[in-house]
């Protein structure tokens, strides 16, 4: 089956970092890009950026370049996305995505909850 | 970047209307544009890609219409299980931006 399971839900501190993940099973990991969407409580989607597992290659939305970090890990078919110093204005589900060339984002992680409170 | 403006935000509507959505590209993107639907607590889900593709399973009272710069989401015939919020997307190159979204409410 293919499929998409991220990581659970986090309740962090501001200034806190954070690593939340994304692991993929039933396809060729290196074969689609993985993308990051974010949506804050009762709003829209937001893409945040991709990464093509075949070489790490990432492409950040200008709105989150600088403030998060995507990366992969080949060996475990798992892509990650990453704060340093985290934000309440982080505090949003972040799902996961494949990324067909044809069929655009076709396959979703459940998403993960980040809770960024003080 | 290129933007991607839908419209309307809030369509009322009843059970067997006919409804249309619209996004609106800030240029031309061919025909990428994909549409989901996602209700209140879950995951979106893929209707069409490529502007007029059906997804597989996605019932046939959906469709999608448009190229270049303008493009509709149709659902003919709204049913009970359609009230939910609506995405367009491109994905012509990055950022792959989604429209505003819109909610599909019971007149």
């Known amino acids: 089956e293919v499929q998409l399971v991220q990581s659970g839900a986090e309740v962090k501190k501001p200034g806190e970092s954070l690593r939340i993940s994304c692991q993929t099973s039933?396809?060729?990991?290196?074969?689609?890009?993985i993308s990051w969407v974010r949506q804050m409580p009762g709003k829209g989607l937001e893409w945040m950026g991709g990464?093509?597992?075949?070489?790490?290659?990432?492409n950040y939305s200008p709105s989150f370049r600088g403030h998060v970090t995507i990366s992969v890990d080949k060996s475990i078919s798992t892509a990650y996305l990453q704060w340093s110093s985290l934000k309440a204005s982080d505090s949003a589900m972040y799902y996961c995505?494949?990324?067909?060339?044809?069929?655009?984002?076709?396959?979703w992680g459940q998403g993960t909850l980040v809770t960024v409170s003080s | 970047d290129i933007q991607m403006t839908q419209s309307p935000s809030t369509l009322s509507a009843s059970v067997g209307d006919r409804v249309t959505i619209t996004c609106r590209a800030s240029?031309?993107?061919?025909?990428?544009v994909a549409w989901y639907q996602q209700k209140p607590g879950k995951v979106p889900k893929v209707l069409i890609y490529?502007?007029?593709n059906l997804e597989s399973g996605v019932p046939s009272r959906f469709s999608g219409s448009g190229s270049g710069t303008e493009f509709t989401l149709t659902i003919r015939s709204l049913q009970p299980d359609d009230f939910a919020f609506y995405y367009c997307?491109?994905?012509?190159?990055?950022?792959?931006?989604f429209g505003q979204g819109t909610k599909v409410e019971i007149k």
């Open positions: 995505a494949r990324r067909s060339g044809i069929t655009g984002t076709d396959l």
């Open positions: 039933g396809y060729s990991f290196s074969s689609y890009w």
């Open positions: 990464i093509n597992p075949h070489d790490s290659y990432t």
């Open positions: 240029q031309s993107i061919s025909t990428w």
């Open positions: 490529q502007a007029s």
């Open positions: 997307q491109h994905y012509k190159d990055y950022p792959e931006t």
